[in-house]
C-alpha cells in the first residue's frame, strides 16, 4: 500500500540542533544573572538535550551551566540508557531514591561544582511531586534563588525547525497509512477494538520494513503509526473526548477517528468523519457545516494574525447559522513533542502567528443522538497559504463506507 521505495524517510533532531536550543536559551535576557539552568519536565529536557525518557519518582535534572557546558543527572538505573542517547557533555548518577544522601543534595554539589552562586533558572524549584516523589526544594539545598524560565522556552519551542516540521510530516505521513488501513477495514458486525489492532498493525509492519531497524518512537506511550475511534462510534461520537467502548459497528453510524504516529519524539494529528452507509440529509447537513467551518479556520492560519481570530471566525459562523447547541471546545492546538502545545486557536489566546508554527485544525459540532462531526488536520504557517502535513481526503463521498 505504501510506496516506500519513493518515500523519504526522516532522520531523528542532530545534536547540533539541541546544542543551539541551549544556546539560545544561555542568550535570552530573561537568563541574564543566571549562574546554571535546571531542566525537570521530560519533553524540555528531550528537546534541550534529545534525551527521552518515563518519568518516575527518581528525579532527572538537565543541568546547563552559563558558560554552555552540559550535565544530566539521572539515577544508577538510567545511566547507560543516557549515555547511549543525550547529546549533553556528561552523565552524573545517584544510586536511588530516596536513598542514604536524598538526590536534591547530590544534585546541589553538581551544581556548585557548574558554577551556580546565587541564581538558578529553569522550570521548576525541585523536581515535580511524581509517582510518589517528596523532597525539598532546589533553593533549599542550594541556598540559591530560582529564576522562571519556563515560559520563555514553551514560546521558543512554538516555532518549529525545519528538522522539527520534518518530523512532524513524516508522522503525518504514516498516521495516513494507518487511517487508510482504519476506513478499509471498519465493516458492520466487526469491533473497533479488532480493527483498531489490525489496522495499526498493518500499518506497523510497512514502517518498520520502511526503516530497517532505524525507527525510533522516543514516546512513551503508543509506537508507530495508529488509528483509531476511541468509542466515538454512532451517538456515542457525540462525546468529543470520549474513551473506547469495544463498540460493534451499525449501520448508519457516525464515526470519528483519530490518527497519529510518534516520529523521534514528534506528533501529529489526523481526524475524519465518516459515515457507514449511505449518509442521511441529518448526517450530510452536519457535516457540511463541519468542513464549512474547518476551511474556514484553515484559511485564517496566517502569519501576523493572532490565534484568537481565528476561534472567533469559527464562532460567527456558528452563530450565523444556530449551531452553538453543537459547539464545545476551542479550534485547534500547536502540536510537536506533546500532542497538545501553545499556543491555541481560542478566542483567549492573542498569541501572534508566525512562519514556523504548526495547528491542529479541527472545530467540531456535537449531535446528541447523531454523534460527533470533526475533521483534524495538521497544518503548517508559511508566509503564503497555510499548508497541510496531513493527506487525506476530506470529503462525504470518499469517507462514506460501504456495509457489504
Wanted: proline content about 6%; overall charge negative.
Amino acid at each position: 500500500m505504501n510506496d516506500t521505495s519513493v518515500h523519504q524517510l526522516a532522520q531523528p533532531i542532530a545534536a547540533a540542533e539541541h546544542r543551539a536550543r541551549r544556546e539560545r536559551m544561555l542568550a535570552h535576557p530573561d537568563a541574564a544573572g543566571v549562574d546554571v539552568q535546571v531542566w525537570w519536565g521530560n519533553h524540555r529536557v528531550l528537546y534541550l538535550s534529545g534525551f527521552a525518557f518515563v518519568p518516575t519518582e527518581r528525579p532527572i535534572a538537565l543541568a546547563v551551566a552559563a558558560g554552555g557546558d552540559t550535565v544530566l543527572f539521572v539515577p544508577r538505573l538510567e545511566v547507560e540508557h543516557a549515555e547511549a542517547y543525550a547529546h549533553v557533555d556528561r552523565v552524573v548518577s545517584y544510586p536511588e531514591f530516596p536513598g542514604r544522601v536524598h538526590p536534591m543534595r547530590l544534585l546541589a554539589d553538581e551544581l556548585r561544582a557548574l558554577g551556580l552562586r546565587g541564581r538558578f533558572g529553569g522550570d521548576g524549584d525541585g523536581y515535580p511531586k511524581v509517582m510518589g516523589y517528596r523532597g525539598p526544594k532546589l533553593s533549599d539545598a542550594t541556598g540559591a534563588s530560582f529564576v522562571p524560565l519556563d515560559d520563555v522556552l514553551e514560546t521558543i519551542m512554538q516555532v518549529k525547525s525545519p528538522a522539527e516540521i520534518a518530523l512532524i510530516r513524516e508522522s503525518a505521513h504514516w498516521a495516513g497509512l494507518a487511517h487508510r488501513y482504519l476506513q478499509d477495514l471498519t465493516r458492520v458486525g466487526r469491533s473497533e477494538t479488532e480493527v483498531e489492532d489490525e489496522a495499526a498493525s498493518r500499518a506497523n509492519a510497512e514502517l518498520l520494513a520502511a526503516y530497517r531497524g532505524a525507527y525510533r518512537p522516543m514516546s512513551w506511550g503508543r509506537s508507530g503509526p495508529h488509528a483509531g475511534y476511541r468509542g466515538q462510534i454512532g451517538a456515542h461520537g457525540a462525546l468529543p473526548h470520549s474513551l473506547t467502548t469495544n463498540a460493534v459497528f451499525q449501520p448508519g453510524d457516525t464515526l470519528v477517528t483519530g490518527a497519529s504516529c510518534p516520529m523521534f519524539g514528534y506528533w501529529s494529528e489526523l481526524e475524519r468523519t465518516m459515515v457507514l452507509g449511505e449518509p442521511n440529509d441529518d448526517q450530510r447537513r452536519w457535516f457540511g457545516h463541519m468542513l464549512a467551518l474547518q476551511d474556514l479556520a484553515i484559511d485564517a492560519c496566517r502569519p501576523g494574525r493572532s490565534c484568537a481570530t481565528v476561534d472567533e471566525a469559527v464562532q460567527a459562523y456558528v452563530d450565523e447559522h444556530g449551531l452553538r447547541d453543537a459547539w464545545r471546545h476551542h479550534v485547534g492546538h500547536n502540536i510537536g513533542l506533546r500532542y497538545h502545545e501553545g499556543p491555541f486557536l481560542d478566542v483567549g489566546d492573542e498569541t501572534v502567528m508566525q512562519p514556523g508554527m504548526l495547528f491542529t485544525v479541527e472545530p467540531g459540532l456535537y449531535v446528541p443522538g447523531l454523534g460527533g462531526f470533526r475533521h483534524s488536520d495538521t497544518i503548517l504557517v508559511t508566509e503564503e497559504a497555510p499548508e497541510f502535513l496531513t493527506d487525506y481526503p476530506r470529503d462525504l463521498e470518499r469517507l462514506t463506507l460501504p456495509l457489504g
